[in-house]
């Protein structure tokens, strides 16, 4: 068993970068409100684990137990002492939905951020960077001692590759979607020795998309990215990515929509 966990804690460490698939969509509504959510799907994590431990072990550890189970940020961020009494209004009303079931090699994280104007929505972008949302999430969870009848803790991320999208600054106006690359947060992500250990081994790794769907109020006029698509309704904006690209060649996920 002590070797098992070994080998689970390395798997983790390493594996946890690998067959990631993060959609990211926001949607901007007449009026200027509209919401930011992410979806990151990490099941094949769980189909590489059970090549490596027998069903046994995994049942004695705990692994074998299903969850589905609903954060709602009001519950971290009103103790969070680091964050403003502002930043705290925009996130809480947030939510991350956290489902695991190693059965089916299900194993995907779903958060959702409202705003209620273009200005929330500048401000709730720099909060959840600030903030470090899914890290803060998971390790709230990953703190909980399992039950007989819970799963074993969370798996944190030891290679920093989730933190993808904090390397670009999202901005809003009206009439405009903006996501450029943040030149200084790009380099101080690439200089995290964990990532840099992790995205060594990235190019034998399985799929890495990192997709982004923008959903905007009217006809879209121009977009200046020229790998994005636009829908036949000209309201929405698909632009589709790679992670180990998007590491090396960051500005390739640069995009501006103005409708």
Known sequence: MKKYKLLLTFLVTVLFTACIQIEEEVEIREDGSGTMAARTDMGQLFEMLKGFASPED???????????????MKDIVDTAQELSAENKALLRNGKLQLQMNMKEN????NMNFPFKSIA????????MNEMDVMGKSLKNLGGQQPGPDQPAPIPSSGGGIEKVNS??????????????????????LMSDPKLQESKGML?????????????????VKSVSNPR????ADKKTVTLKGDIVAA?????LMEIIIRY
């Open 58 to 72: 995994l049942q004695k550890d705990g692994m074998d137990k299903a969850m589905d189970t609903t954060i709602m």
């Open 106 to 109: 299900l194993f995907n994280i």
């Open 120 to 127: 929330d929505a500048n401000k709730l972008t720099k909060a």
């Open 167 to 188: 390397m670009y600054d999202v901005t809003f106006s009206n009439g405009e979607y903006k996501k450029v690359l943040n030149q200084a947060r790009y380099d101080s």
């Open 203 to 219: 190019s034998m790794m399985g799929d890495m998309s990192l997709n982004l769907t923008v959903k905007v109020p009217k006809k």
């Open 228 to 231: 994005a698509v636009i829908s």
């Open 247 to 251: 590491l090396d060649s960051p500005k």
